[in-house]
Nanobody, 123 residues
Framework: QVQLVESGGGLVQAGGSLRLSCVASGRTFSNSAMAWFRQAPGKEREFVAA???????SSADSVKGRFTISRDNPKNMVYLQMNSLKPEDTAVYYC?????????????????WGQGTQVTVSS
């Protein structure tokens, strides 16, 4: 059974940093893209960043220059380093894996999801 488990969320002041982690079990995702999405109350789930099997990355304009996605294939893990956090970054952050289409920004593309971790940024 495939599982994705996120950790590292919490409460932080604006301008602070957090590092989210996601560990996968049940199969390896070294040949698959992985991504982070987020969902704020009353809003749709939105793309944050993705990393392909090759290591190339893409990210949403709203987080460019502040968030960095990385992966450790031997550990079957993906990370999201979040710096210069803003109150508008407050959301539940989800790890996703194994997209079925080329559009890595669409939540509908991903086969596997974690349960989410809450990130709250206070002003």
């Amino acid at each position: 059974q495939v599982q994705l488990v996120e950790s590292g969320g919490g409460l932080v002041q604006a301008g602070g940093s957090l590092r989210l982690s996601c560990v996968a079990s049940g199969r390896t995702f070294s040949n698959s893209a992985m991504a982070w999405f987020r969902q704020a109350p009353g809003k749709e789930r939105e793309f944050v960043a993705a990393i392909r099997w090759s290591g190339s990355t893409s990210s949403a304009d709203s987080v460019k220059g502040r968030f960095t996605i990385s992966r450790d294939n031997p550990k079957n893990m993906v990370y999201l380093q979040m710096n210069s956090l803003k109150p508008e970054d407050t959301a539940v952050y989800y790890c996703a894996a194994d997209p079925t289409t080329w559009d890595l920004t669409s939540p509908r593309a991903y086969r596997f999801w974690g349960q989410g971790t809450q990130v709250t940024v206070s002003s």
